[in-house]
């Protein structure tokens, strides 16, 4: 008998072998249902169930019908479909790469120039979760217009 409840006891009396009732407590979990004739241990039945879900032939894509020239057309277009997202791929990071180090190059300046500034750049901000400077304006105005304790 399997049941599909989520972590529950039930009480329930049951007679034993000797023919007397006993009071026993059943603990459900939440779970698959499986047979218990196949003779099989749980690890068994585990890698049986993982090989034939990855060998199942409906999740394959269905292989093209095309005549050679086709084919070598249709190759063709997905090798350089493939080259030019690598070609995106690469300049993005570039160009990343490119934004870093000159912000890295001008927080070293920064810091030769004016010590100070380069502090006050730095400070955290702790109890600070979102900056009021990147709110997003809407159509209609906040119910409460002014921030009076706002500080930068």
């Known amino acids: 008998m399997s049941f599909l409840v989520q972590n529950s006891v039930a009480a329930c009396r049951v007679r034993n072998v000797s023919g007397s009732v006993v009071n026993a407590s059943i603990i459900f979990t939440r779970g698959k249902r499986t047979k218990n004739n196949s003779g099989l241990s749980a690890t068994e039945q585990r890698v049986i169930t993982q090989l034939s879900v990855m060998s ?25 479909w493939a080259l030019y997202q690598q070609d995106l791929r690469n300049k993005r990071e570039l160009q990343l790469k490119q934004q870093y180090e000159n912000i890295k190059l001008a927080m070293d300046t920064l810091k030769n120039t004016s010590p100070e500034l380069y502090e006050i750049a730095n400070k955290s901000e702790e109890g600070r979760k979102f900056p009021l400077e990147m709110k997003i304006p809407s159509d209609f105005p906040a119910k409460k217009i002014w921030h009076y304790t706002f500080r930068k």
């Open 56 to 80: 199942a032939s409906r999740k394959q894509p269905k292989l093209l019908k095309l005549c050679r020239e086709d084919l070598i057309k249709h190759q063709t277009i997905q090798r350089s």
